[in-house]
């Protein structure tokens, strides 16, 4: 894996769910800037409670910025042309209109 940094915005509205054992995530798309005007989506799991909330009170389009631990992958579009895509398992969030939020790392 890939700790990194995601700008861009989020796409649709963060999903609330909840796993077999009862633990509560979000899961988020965010749509990010690549080269030569292309798109990279960005499929972000949280599980940090701070996170989870902040990442709730965002909307469709809000700009945000991510860290994280980062997978690349590919995935093959309607017209069959693959396209490259990443998963992050987020840790922070920047949004355009506060601060930070969080868990300290140490790793």
């Not at 990442?55 to 995935?75: C, E, F, K, N, Q």
């Not at 093959?76 to 987020?90: E, F, H, I, S, Y």
């Amino acid at each position: 894996m890939i700790d990194g940094l995601v700008a861009g915005r989020l796409y649709g509205d963060a999903e609330r769910r909840i796993d077999k054992a009862g633990k509560a995530f979000t899961v988020a798309k965010v749509r990010a800037a690549a080269g030569d005007g292309e798109v990279l989506f960005v499929n972000m799991i949280a599980f940090e409670a701070a996170l989870c909330a902040k990442l709730a009170s965002l909307r469709d389009g809000d700009l945000l910025a991510l860290a994280g631990r980062l997978t690349p992958r590919v995935w093959t579009d309607k017209q069959g042309n693959t396209r490259p895509a990443l998963d992050m398992v987020a840790h922070r969030l920047l949004a355009l209109h506060d601060g930070e939020v969080g868990q300290q790392r140490s790793d």
